[in-house]
């Protein structure tokens, strides 16, 4: 039998309400990646007409958490983030995202200063996911027509999130949109 969105959501909702820390979010990474691996998935979501930028497929009305379709039409390298106190899972669908883990080297106490360095480096292709909690920071590199799933704890437009730049050695704290990139 083929793993629908929706058996997913469920799968999702049962693990959150029984274990909702890294442990039950690594949980639903594998459970994102085996929706992944569905072609039917692919097709319906993924293949096609799909609408560029953000696309919400699911929110759960009980927990707040989202299942994301990003479509993305112009080739991009986003800078060092997190997600504030919420998390993500990024599962891949068409072609790839090259994910980078940041450390931070300071202790966080100059306001607006801040200083990074690489930890290390992957590439998510399909069927593949990854997990960041909160203050996990990291950024995301993909190819225009490259779309990914991305599960959130919460609408993270609706989160303070941190943002770096590495070359200025700066960090601003915001709520901004969730990379929408419909244009090229």
Known sequence: MAYTLEAFAKDAHDILIRDPSPMGREEIARKLEALLAEDGFIAKYCEGQVPPGRTVLYEDPK?????????????????????????????QAVKHTDMTVWKRLDDGTEAGKAKLEKDKSYRLTRGKAGVYNGADIHSIAYPAGAIFIRVTGTDLEKVERLRYDTDKGTVVAERRASMQNAAA
Do not use: E, T
């Not at 927990?63 to 994301?68: A, C, H, R, T």
């Not at 039409?73 to 986003?78: K, N, Q």
């Open 63 to 91: 927990l707040g958490f989202q299942i994301l379709r990003h479509a993305m039409v112009a080739d991009h390298a986003g800078v060092p983030h997190d997600h504030g106190k919420s998390w993500a899972v990024y599962g």
